[in-house]
């Protein structure tokens, strides 16, 4: 529920107004804009009755909230979010560009790729060394040794890394480590992991989960926040639906609808999307051009050797083709890249 005040009210009426809710139990998130006051009112407001706050004059008027998260909602914090990665702004006027390859298969191969995306423009670097496969006897990724490869590649180029996370066991390595932790579409919906990484203060990379609505999602990145971490960057990859010939279906139109609910920043994985390297390009420019704030791109050196999603990897001269074309696509929607 949501509360709202008339301009001019004064401190001392918004007070009144706080304790007498606190005094029933609910915690009131305050937001100040220039004229009015917003209270958001948590806690189960079901059986409370909206017209005894209307008793104040001050009030203008009372919302029931429809959606269940708060923490994550434009509602409470109008402003974008600006998530710091040391020193890489993700959320802001600039497209921010991830890529790297979906494993980390040895020194030479993300030192390569790392160099290579870093000359393009990518700002960070992916990379992943624990591998959420659907068969257990596929690549499971180099583990612990990965983590190692990615920090020596970091070193070389500067470059913050970001890779997957899977169990709440591994967080403190993580924490040590990498500079966002990546939580999987697989794990959207592991509220224990999400917890443990709400303890946290690192940049967390929500990935949607393969059904997940976007509420579902929101109250996944609700999870990680509820615990203190706000932290929170959103990437939409392809949801599951009927369709066959790309390996997930785009919802482009999460973007301005994520934008619209929450102020967190919304990132775009055209790769896990599509599956296919030649329809990389489209989507990350119609995801630039719809207001993505960045995306994660596979690049691999050796696409055909890959030991995970070759298909779906470019090549570095491609992707060095496509953040030249995304230059002029972020440059028609008034950013940067
Ligand atoms: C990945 O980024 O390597 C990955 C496994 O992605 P997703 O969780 O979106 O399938
Ligand atoms: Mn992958």
């Known amino acids: 529920m ?16 706080r304790k007498e809710m606190e005094s029933q139990g609910f915690i009131i998130h305050e937001s100040r804009g220039e004229n009015f ?7 189960d407001t079901a059986s409370f009755d909206v017209r005894n ?6 009030i203008d008027k009372v919302l029931r909230v429809q959606e269940p998260y708060k923490r994550a909602n434009r509602l409470f914090h109008p402003e974008d979010t600006v998530v710091d990665v040391q020193g890489v702004k993700i959320g802001g006027n600039k497209v ?12 030479a191969q993300i030192c390569e ?32 040794e ?3 490869l990615l920090k020596i590649a970091r070193e070389k180029t500067g470059l913050p890394i970001v890779t997957e996370i899977m169990s709440p066991y591994m967080i403190e390595r993580f924490v040590e480590d990498v500079d966002v932790i990546q939580v999987g579409a697989r794990n959207m919906q592991n509220f224990e992991l999400l917890k443990e990484l709400g303890k946290t203060k690192k940049p967390i990379l929500l990935k949607r989960g393969l059904s997940a609505t976007i509420e579902e999602w929101l109250m996944s990145a609700e999870y990680i926040m509820s615990g203190g971490n706000d932290n929170v960057i959103l990437c939409e990859r392809g949801i599951r639906t009927f369709e066959q010939y790309t390996r997930n279906t785009l919802d482009l139109s999460a973007i301005p609808a994520v934008k619209k ?5 919304v990132i775009v994985d055209p790769s896990h999307a599509a599956g296919l390297w030649w329809m990389v390009e489209p989507l990350a420019k119609a995801a630039v051009a719809v ?19 070759g298909a779906q990897s470019l090549k570095p001269d491609r992707f060095d083709n496509l953040m030249n074309s995304l230059r002029i696509i972020a440059g028609a929607v008034g950013r940067t890249i």
């Open 146 to 148: 990965g983590l190692d």
């Open 53 to 58: 706050l209307l008793i104040h004059e001050c």
């Open 2 to 17: 949501v509360i709202v005040t008339k301009p001019g009210t004064s401190d001392e009426q918004i007070l009144k107004i």
């Open 96 to 107: 921010q560009v991830i890529a790297g390859p979906c494993s980390v298969e040895s020194e």
């Open 261 to 265: 609910l929450s102020h967190l920043p």
């Open 113 to 144: 790729v790392a160099e290579d995306v870093k000359k393009s423009g990518a700002t960070l670097l992916r990379g992943g060394a624990f591998k959420p496969r659907t068969s257990p006897y596929s690549f499971q990724g180099l583990r612990e």
């Open 37 to 43: 006051c917003v209270l958001g009112v948590v806690g």
């Open 291 to 309: 207001g993505a704030d960045g995306l994660i791109i596979e690049v691999h050196n050796d696409p055909e050797h890959a030991r995970c999603d």
